[in-house]
């Protein structure tokens, strides 16, 4: 599950996919409806790799609180629990036992659910993904050093020879 291009713009409901930055800001699409909006640098904008919840013992980050969702409904969608706050409440806390109930409100509940269903909705949250996206992290990043240290040894060899000097047309045309 990535969350890196995956915004909320507040004021505007739903989520969006991060396409393009220009100038003054940025071209985005709905991932409701697939439309494409351009948002100014003066809006609200949050990320959702960026957000958190809060817990008793530290901030919980959301693309983990959408791992443990998708664990609890086996990939499927989240109960849709709009109006009766005990019951988005009693099944937060099946999800995230230590949430900070006096810091998380029933909205926030509410919004992280339908941000779920979005996102299970268009097939970016899946099983399959949360158990191989480990994994996946730990191969790029083993590959990328040792590429480096390639990179580097290449670096200081290349440093050691000396450079030939160029002939120009000057020296061609006198010999």
Sequence with gaps: MNLERILAISGKPGLYA???????????ESLVDGKKVTVGMQSNVSLLSEISMYTYAEEK?????????AKKENGGEAPKLKDDKVAMTA????????????????????????????????????LE???????EEVKEEKPKKAKAAKKEAADETAEEK????K???TAKAKE
């Design 18 to 28: 991060l396409k393009m930055q220009t100038r003054t800001g940025f071209v985005a």
């Design 61 to 69: 980050p959301l693309a983990e609180v959408m791992r443990a969702i």
């Design 91 to 126: 099944y937060f806390a099946e999800i995230v036992p230590d949430f900070d109930q006096e810091r998380v409100y029933p909205s926030d509940i509410k919004k992280v659910l339908n941000w779920y269903n979005i996102l299970q909705g268009k097939g970016l949250i899946t």
């Design 129 to 135: 993904e949360t158990a191989e996206e480990a994994k």
């Design 162 to 165: 000396p450079k030939k000097a």
């Design 167 to 169: 002939a120009t047309k």
